[in-house]
């Protein structure tokens, strides 16, 4: 487990400053529908992800190969250069298992926002989580009270997601999404291919319930639509596994610094 605990950069660039003072009613939505009508279709999406920052203090860094199919399924493989998988996290239906294969553990039927909590300090759904990594600001809200900030930046409220809001900047010409907030939670999308994040970054300082986080996700080999059977969201976990709980993940999972 504590391959995705390297001693190596944790951050990534400059975090994002997003406008403030005083803006103007949107009347004309084109920029919101040229940013985000990608996001009303839903499908399959899988991609190869690069993680690296630092949640609780720790370093955080691995490569992961994700697959997401509506609406909250989910497969996650922690790879290593040599061997087999560090772990293979798989479910729906909003409960998930965690194997840890070089090790015979298993975590059974557990939520998967606390295992990717345990994991990497971060409780996510994997709807959103596949959202933001389709470039889009996930929730099942609608946009409300869109706003102008200057001629480059849009802010609108998710409506349904309190506290949310999606901030979109133009470059080059076309309309991005830049950011969604969420609380304490930003999320910062960057490196655009069209529509296509190519870096996203998770920043959240730390609070009563929650740990500080600084998360980079490097995005490749996105593909959307591919046939994902039910298979892909089972595990076949061997009879000889040791069940564990989300408590022993937390203390000797992937967060553990063991230098």
């Not at 929730?139 to 309190?162: H, S, V």
């Amino acid at each position: 487990m504590c391959w995705l605990v390297l001693a190596g950069a944790a951050c990534g660039p400059k975090a994002l400053t997003l406008p403030g003072g005083s803006s103007t009613p949107l009347a004309d939505l084109a920029p919101v529908a040229q940013a985000l009508d990608h996001c009303d279709t839903s499908g399959t999406l899988t991609a190869e992800i690069g993680l690296s920052g630092r949640a609780a203090g720790q370093r955080v860094r691995g490569t992961l190969h994700a697959g997401f199919a509506p609406p909250d399924r989910i497969r996650l493989e922690a790879v290593a250069p040599f061997g087999g998988p560090v772990f293979l996290l798989a479910g729906g239906s909003g409960r998930a298992t965690l194997l840890l294969p070089r090790e015979d553990r298993v975590l059974r039927d557990a939520d998967p926002a606390a295992i990717l909590e345990a994991i990497a300090g971060l409780d996510v759904a994997p709807a959103d989580l596949a959202a933001w990594i389709g470039g889009c600001p996930g929730g099942a809200g609608t946009i409300d009270n869109a706003a102008r900030y200057g001629p480059d930046w849009i802010g609108a409220d998710l409506a349904g997601t309190a506290p949310s809001r999606v901030w979109l900047q133009r470059s080059g010409g076309a309309w991005r999404l830049a950011a969604r907030t969420s609380g304490p939670l930003t999320i910062e999308f960057a490196e655009h291919a069209g529509v296509q994040p190519g870096r996203l970054r998770l920043r959240r300082p730390e609070g009563s319930h929650a740990v500080a986080i600084d998360l980079g996700l490097a995005i490749k080999q996105v593909e959307r639509g591919i046939d994902l059977t039910d298979a892909a969201f089972t595990l076949d976990v061997p009879k000889e596994a040791v069940a564990i709980t989300l408590d022993d993940l937390r203390q000797s999972g992937p967060l553990r610094d063991r230098r």
